[in-house]
């Protein structure tokens, strides 16, 4: 007879979700700009506060710090935190990181596009596959793609991800967690491309 995984208790679960939520929410970007910029990484470049941006506004001495922050915070927190899960809990508390960076309670739920941080949890999930493929998608994205927008630069990271998990033959859970990634950079792409969009003068 198959065993029934049982997870971790909802109560647990649900604090789990909510920590791994709170940490990926911290704006490292915003606060590091702040305070060796003296200037609000919102009203620089389109606006976005996360690492790219952080490396517009204050160079690699800021933009690399932040850089491996926004990734710790998915790389660490779902390593300390998916001891227990089930099967379907794991991918639900390996997103929660990347929904608290894009949408980060602090910035009034308007956070960064989540690219560094979803690195992150693919590491923690995958150790060196995913963020491989993913680097690869981006350094393609980079050279092939110059003058096209950030939501159009996102599709080969996207991609070479989907096609990472179906080459070495992930499990549904991974791919309920593609999915729920994938969503997040579109919206996040797609928002902040808007907005350079409607700050341009004609």
Known sequence: MEQVEVGMPAVEFLIKALAAFLVGSIPFAYIAVKAFGSKDIRQVGEGNPGTANA??????KVGIPVLVLDSMKGLITVLSLVAGASY???????IMPVLGHAFSP????????AITT??????????????????AGAIFAQFA???????VKVVPIIASLG????ISRRGPDMWVLFIANSAVL???????SAAGTGSKKP
């Open 186 to 192: 579109f919206i996040k792409q797609a928002q902040y």
């Open 55 to 60: 490396f517009r506004a204050c160079g690699a």
């Open 106 to 113: 602090w910035l009034g739920f308007r956070g960064g596009k």
């Open 88 to 94: 379907w809990q794991r991918p639900a508390l390996a």
């Open 163 to 166: 096609l990472y998990l179906l």
């Open 118 to 135: 979803s690195f992150g949890i693919w590491t923690a999930l995958t150790v060196w596959g995913a963020p491989v493929a993913m680097g």
């Open 145 to 151: 793609m110059k003058g096209r927008s950030d939501l």
